[in-house]
């Protein structure tokens, strides 16, 4: 039988470094001194959840909620599902998962990403949805495309698409990615080098689903995101928990 009174320690040995040598940026974005404790905000533990409201069916698909009538973005069409589950194995209904990634030629529509290959003008890159009872979501988009970053001389990205997922408060989101499986750029990328455990990185990697492909349109990718739940990160402060 579960207690939901006591709370999972996080895994530092599970969880990656904030300071990697590989990793440039590391340096520059890890913690300087030691961590502290703060209280969240009436407002962040009430406050009405971010993006939750005016979700067009459209916006789960990336094919079309950006590309000019009557035509499609190039790349591999594929569909990018799973669900969001707490630690105990139990879906998360009416979760917001947002998703954002480089389009086919792998470049950003972004203004600083000043990578050689072209934006394609049917394609924004961006897309939301909300988890269903059961904590399914789905996307429809074109498989990224890697490309290179400034860490080291010739570091290249493997394909990946980032996920935002909110809870049930302005507070609770967890930003994460996914890479697909076969990319043999996933064990060269120093960014994935600072996660210690291979299994841990297995769990970023969504493998091949033929059985929810479409035949002659698109190939299917499976990918669970697991959240810790009621069990989440010990406060040291709030020993009752969430």
Request: glycine share 8%; aromatic share 12%.
């Amino acid at each position: 039988m579960d207690n939901f009174a006591e709370y999972y320690q996080r895994d530092r040995e599970w969880q990656p470094s904030a300071l990697s040598s590989g990793y440039k940026t590391s340096v520059a974005r890890s913690p300087q001194y030691a961590l502290i404790s703060l209280e969240n905000t009436v407002s962040e533990l009430t406050g009405p959840r971010f993006g939750h409201a005016d979700i067009d069916p459209l916006d789960k698909d990336l094919i079309q909620n950006f590309a000019n009538s009557g035509e499609s973005p190039i790349g591999e069409r594929i569909i990018l599902h799973g669900r969001v589950l707490d630690e105990n194995r139990r879906p998360v209904p009416n979760a917001l998962v947002e998703i954002w990634q480089a389009n086919a030629g792998g470049r950003y529509r972004h203004k600083k990403d000043t990578y050689l290959a072209p934006i394609d003008p049917n394609f924004g890159g961006c897309g939301r949805t909300l988890t269903d009872e059961q904590g399914y979501y789905f996307f429809r988009t074109i498989k990224p495309g890697a490309y290179p970053w400034r860490n080291w001389v010739n570091n290249w990205r493997p394909a990946h698409i980032h996920f935002s997922v909110f809870g049930e408060a302005f507070a609770q989101r967890l930003v994460t990615q996914c890479y697909f499986e076969g990319d043999p750029l996933i064990d060269k990328c120093p960014i994935i080098k600072t996660i210690p455990d291979s299994k841990a990185i297995d769990m970023l990697v969504a493998p091949l689903d033929l059985n929810a492909s479409v035949p002659l349109d698109s190939l299917a990718y499976k990918f669970d995101i697991v959240l810790r739940g009621r069990r989440s990160t010990l406060f040291e402060n709030r020993l009752e928990g969430n």
